[in-house]
């Protein structure tokens, strides 16, 4: 079995930073694409972020020139670095893996949420 557990979330005020953290555990073979997605109240859940086993990333116009999306591959961990937080951005953060697992099925995987608050 695969898991994420994310951290880092909380209370900011409009202006400030948050890093994200995702860590992905198990009988891992490989992490393939791994992102971030966010759900704010009343809205559907949206793609924040994605980043490539190889590094490539691509974001949503919404948070491009403030979030950056970055993995570590040994420690099976992808990153977000949250800068010029705006309320808009208040959502449930959810981590995201496609995994290539020991017995050589792929399956993605979700994370528990992690709740972001940026205040006005």
């Known amino acids: 079995q695969v898991q994420l557990v994310e951290s880092g979330g909380g209370l900011v005020q409009a202006g400030g930073s948050l890093r994200l953290s995702c860590a992905a555990s198990?009988?891992?073979?490989?992490?393939?694409?791994m992102a971030w997605y966010r759900q704010a109240p009343g809205k559907q859940r949206e793609l924040v972020a994605l980043?490539?086993?190889?590094?490539?990333?691509n974001s949503a116009d919404s948070v491009k020139g403030r979030f950056t999306i970055s993995r570590d591959n040994a420690k099976n961990t992808v990153y977000l670095q949250m800068n010029s937080l705006k309320p808009e951005d208040t959502a449930v953060y959810y981590c995201?893996?496609?995994?290539?697992?020991?017995?050589?099925?792929?399956?993605?995987?979700w994370g528990q949420g992690t709740q972001v608050t940026v205040s006005s």
């Open positions: 995201n893996a496609n995994v290539l697992r020991a017995d050589w099925r792929v399956a993605d995987y």
């Open positions: 198990g009988t891992i073979f490989r992490v393939n694409d």
């Open positions: 980043i490539t086993s190889s590094g490539n990333t």
